[in-house]
């Protein structure tokens, strides 16, 4: 029996070697943030329990969350050396590693639904032949993706106008979000989610562009009395479950197919949980006294202009990145969102089970579980 231990700080990897699924006791799920945060909460914490009963114990995930297993930046590295069996990681750490993931995340201004984003990236990244050899080449098995809601700029001074926006350092995710920030002359600060609030705190940042769950989160409602409610986006690139190759391949198709089966549920229920998260923030820190503005028109067409001329930025970076025809991919990406965005017209945003039957029925019901990251 084989149990992986913590590994804390600055991680120096090491190779280690996967047990068997049917000798293992305790697998490591890692996941950068904290538990209270709705991807960890169901996706991880309820995702372990419902994965331990449905195996019958033969795969049981230790869940380690705000870092404390493996930091943000080194997450595909760390499942990928067997660190972790299965973990959530953000395509904006490693751009290098990831350059088709990135690519179809920085089309964040294409559809900001972030059910319709949800459920496209994971098809995409579970069925295109470019994106399924990206993640071979990184020793990693795409489980299923994930959207954040909008992002918003919440701030510690008031935010209104185009002109409010010049000079201010705004933390982003990179990539198109920092393009953003310089076409409107703010000036793009690229940091950790986890580093928001210090930045906030001290003055080096004036706002933190992020989704409104972040005011609770992330404990920013104590350092921020502003938000505008433009919507920037929203991020998904890389994915909310990636599996270390070797421990996926040892795994039954039936064990296989449990965990196909419970990524579709709590990938439903992770994104209606989030969308909860960021009213019940956003209600509690106007009621604390946030003030709540909408953007000038100068910003909203200024937003408009930036979306109209930056994919041929995105696909440039994706060409130097070694990308071969990234217009392509975009092509099929754009047809699997608006695919989505058909299939989810008129779905209830709060039914957890009929979200989770589609993610089933039109994802997950069309991958073969004994060949998937196996072949």
């Known amino acids: 029996?084989?149990?992986?231990?913590?590994?804390?700080?600055?991680?120096?990897?090491?190779?280690?070697?996967?047990?068997?699924?049917?000798?293992?006791?305790e697998y490591n799920a890692n996941h950068f943030f904290a538990e209270r945060h709705s991807l960890v909460r169901g996706p991880y914490v309820e995702f372990a329990k419902k994965v331990e009963e449905a195996t019958g114990g033969e795969i049981a995930f230790r869940v380690f969350s705000g870092?404390?297993?493996?930091?943000?930046?080194?997450?595909?590295?760390?499942?990928?050396?067997?660190?972790?069996?299965?973990?959530?990681?953000?395509?904006?750490?490693?751009?290098?590693e990831l350059p088709i993931e990135n690519l179809i995340g920085?089309?964040?201004?294409?559809?900001?639904?972030?059910?319709?984003?949800?459920?496209a990236s994971t098809e995409f990244s579970m069925t295109n032949k470019a994106a399924l050899e990206e993640w071979k080449r990184n020793g990693v098995v795409f489980g299923g993706g994930y959207s954040t809601s909008e992002y918003y700029m919440i701030c510690n001074q008031p935010i209104q106008t185009l002109e409010d926006v010049k000079g201010k350092r705004m933390r982003m995710a990179g990539g198109a979000w920092s393009r953003f920030a310089e076409f409107v002359g703010a000036v793009p600060v690229s940091i950790p989610s986890s580093e928001m609030y210090t930045g906030l705190d001290t003055g080096s940042l004036d706002c933190a562009v992020t989704p409104g769950d972040s005011i609770d989160s992330f404990s920013l409602g104590d350092v921020i009395n502003s938000m505008n409610t433009l919507a920037i986006g929203n991020y998904y690139a890389g994915f909310l479950w990636g599996y270390n190759e070797a421990f996926w391949k040892g795994l039954s198709t039936e064990q296989r197919a449990v965990l196909f089966d419970q990524m579709a549920y709590f990938m439903a229920k992770g994104r209606v949980e989030f969308s909860a998260d960021v009213d019940k923030a956003i209600d509690t820190a106007v009621a604390n006294?946030?003030?709540?503005?909408?953007?000038?028109?100068?910003?909203?067409?200024?937003?408009?202009?930036f979306v109209a001329s930056d994919e041929a930025a995105l696909i440039a970076s994706a060409k130097?990145?070694?990308?071969?025809?990234?217009?392509?991919?975009?092509?099929?990406?754009?047809?699997?969102?608006?695919?989505?965005?058909?299939?989810?017209e008129g779905v209830d945003r709060t039914d957890v089970d009929a979200l989770a039957e589609l993610a089933r029925t039109e994802i997950y019901g069309k991958i073969d579980p004994a060949t998937y990251g196996v072949d």
């Open 67 to 96: 870092g404390s297993l493996v930091p943000a930046s080194a997450s595909l590295q760390g499942v990928r050396d067997g660190v972790a069996q299965v973990t959530y990681h953000a395509g904006t750490y490693t751009p290098a």
């Open 1 to 25: 029996m084989h149990t992986f231990k913590s590994m804390t700080g600055a991680v120096a990897f090491i190779a280690v070697s996967v047990a068997m699924p049917a000798l293992a006791t």
């Open 320 to 344: 130097e990145r070694g990308v071969t025809d990234p217009e392509a991919i975009l092509t099929v990406f754009k047809a699997i969102v608006d695919r989505w965005d058909a299939l989810l």
């Open 289 to 305: 006294g946030m003030k709540v503005y909408e953007p000038d028109q100068a910003l909203v067409d200024a937003l408009a202009e």
């Open 106 to 119: 920085n089309m964040a201004f294409y559809n900001t639904d972030p059910f319709v984003m949800a459920m």
